[in-house]
């Protein structure tokens, strides 16, 4: 989606200093053909099987982008009571929600009930009473399934990982047959499926087809009992490539669970969120100073931490580059932000031919940046742009000083 036209770097039509002329920096800018394509990729390679794709709405919550994926035919996972509004504010349906996470509370249950979501991905036991409790206060059942921890090694970051039996996610798989008991006989569930989501950003298929067949093997036994399911969600977790990481092939994977569901009357629920948005989103900023120290170089920029967490958080990479290619001789520096902490870093002993005042482009940010971006050192957020072949929207626009106080009382 980036392409590099007489050396300047340009989303589909638009050229990257265009939009920073017009919308300012930081800016996120996000093209919606790869968002689209992203989308496409998903739905072409689970089509043998009967499949309905769950954005995961933490990865990137813009009503824009949300809207566009509910065109497309998008349900969506979401974690808090915050995320199913945004949903339903940006035209998405609720029958296509389900809500995933392991503290829901009263309240966001009452909310995700009286919406009428697809399914409550119950994460414990007491989760689970409180979800009947709440039903039949209000006179309805309520659709669930469990979220069952497969103990499979995602073989991704630890921060990230959530299928192992150390973390707090999920159901462990030993006790996952007593908890369908224990459901069956509560007057206001329903139980219609299982779920795993085994991590984040993983490269390699094989942990998600484990995860697959362990999921099956526990609806057949379930099956035994009496317990008929009528799909498996497969969470999300695909990764993408920020460096040089290998990639999941989509079909691959596809190809796999539609061998092991086979005929059982299953469908599958899909909750990708960072492959379906993180490389079609970059940040845009702008260089500060060059700064050359005793030791280092760096390259101070108008973006930092507050607006992309994920290399202070994970350490994660992003590859760093100019918007304008130019002829001038690279130094090798950190490329920071300005916020007090040495932890605020966007890149580090990167080779970079930048001035005073150029553009750099921090390239797959469109999972996890603005999703994750604080007012920290009350710096406002960054705007964020949609890219339309040569069309580009402003749809986010930069918050001002005075949004910074503006849910506080004197
Ligand atoms: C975060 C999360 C996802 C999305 O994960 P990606 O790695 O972004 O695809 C899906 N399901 C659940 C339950 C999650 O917590």
Known sequence: MLNNINNLLHIEEVALNQVAQEFATPVFVYSENALRQ??????????QIDTLVCYAVKANGNLNILRLFASLGSGFDIVSGGE???????????DKVIFSGVGKTAAEIEFALKSG??????????????????????????????RINPNIDAKTHPYISTGLKNNKFGIPFEQAINAYST??????????????????????????????????????????????????????????????????DLSVYANAVAKIIGNRPLSLILEPGRSLVGNAGVLLTQVEYVKHG?????????AA?????????????????????????????????????????????????????????????????????SNYNARARAAEVLVSGSQSKLIRRRETFADLWQAELI
């Open 38 to 47: 992203a989308f496409s990729a998903y739905k072409n390679a689970f089509n």
């Open 84 to 94: 199913l509004a945004r949903v339903l504010q940006a035209g998405g349906s609720a």
């Open 117 to 146: 979501i697809k399914c409550f991905n119950v994460e414990s036991m007491p989760e689970l009473t409180r979800i009947n409790e709440i039903a039949g206060s209000l006179n309805k059942i309520a659709p669930i399934s469990f």
């Open 183 to 248: 459901a069956q006989n509560l007057p206001n569930v329903e139980i219609i499926g299982v779920d795993c989501h085994i991590g984040s950003q993983l490269t390699e298929v094989q942990p998600l087809i484990d995860a697959c067949e362990r999921v099956v093997a526990l609806v057949d036994d379930l099956g035994n009992l009496g317990i008929r399911l009528s799909h498996i969600d497969l969470g999300g977790g695909v990764g993408i490539r920020y460096q040089n990481e290998t990639l999941i």
């Open 294 to 302: 005793e030791e280092k170089n760096f390259v101070v920029v108008d």
């Open 305 to 373: 931490m507050n607006d992309l967490a994920r290399p202070a958080l994970y350490d994660a990479f992003h590859d760093i580059v100019p918007v304008c290619v130019k002829d001038i001789a690279p130094i090798t520096a950190d490329v920071v932000g300005q916020i007090c902490e040495s932890g605020d870093f966007l890149g580090k002993n990167r080779s970079l031919a930048v001035a005073q005042g150029d553009l750099l482009c921090v390239k797959s940010a469109g999972a996890y940046g603005m999703s994750m971006s």
